[in-house]
Nanobody, 129 residues
Framework: QVQLVESGGGLVQAGGSLSLSCAAS??????????MAWFRQAPEKEREFVAG??????????NYADFVKGRFTISRDNAKNTVTLQMNSLRPEDTAVYYC??????????????????WGQGTQVTVSS
């Protein structure tokens, strides 16, 4: 199986920055075969895509939701089995539980909640105004 463990959430003031990390492990894990992504879910809202970085066969391309473009950056280290989401210029509307996700051999421009193979447990991000 595969396990995804997030870290780095917390409370920050509007305009501030946070960095989320996700570590993958498990007997079935082969980092280069998985597109990694971050989703988020605010109270009483559906889970939504935030950012993704493709598996090696898709060139490691990145994809961002419009509402984070220019503010968030996703990166990965296949050797360390980690993916990072650097979040800058945070806004109160970014408050949500952020989930790490892995999708085997799917482009970052095509992933959705219905295609994800593995989810992390989530980490809370709260942005105060």
């Amino acid at each position: 199986q595969v396990q995804l463990v997030e870290s780095g959430g917390g409370l920050v003031q509007a305009g501030g920055s946070l960095s989320l990390s996700c570590a993958a492990s498990g007997s079935l894990w082969i980092s280069r075969l998985y597109t990694m992504a971050w989703f988020r879910q605010a109270p009483e809202k559906e889970r939504e895509f935030v950012a993704g970085i493709s598996w090696s066969g898709d060139g490691g391309r990145t994809n961002y939701a419009d509402f984070v473009k220019g503010r968030f950056t996703i990166s990965r280290d296949n050797a360390k089995n980690t993916v990072t989401l650097q979040m800058n210029s945070l806004r109160p509307e970014d408050t949500a539980v952020y989930y790490c996700a892995a999708d085997r051999i799917t482009s970052a421009v095509r992933i959705s909640t219905s295609t994800i193979d593995y989810w992390g447990q989530g980490t809370q991000v709260t942005v105060s105004s």
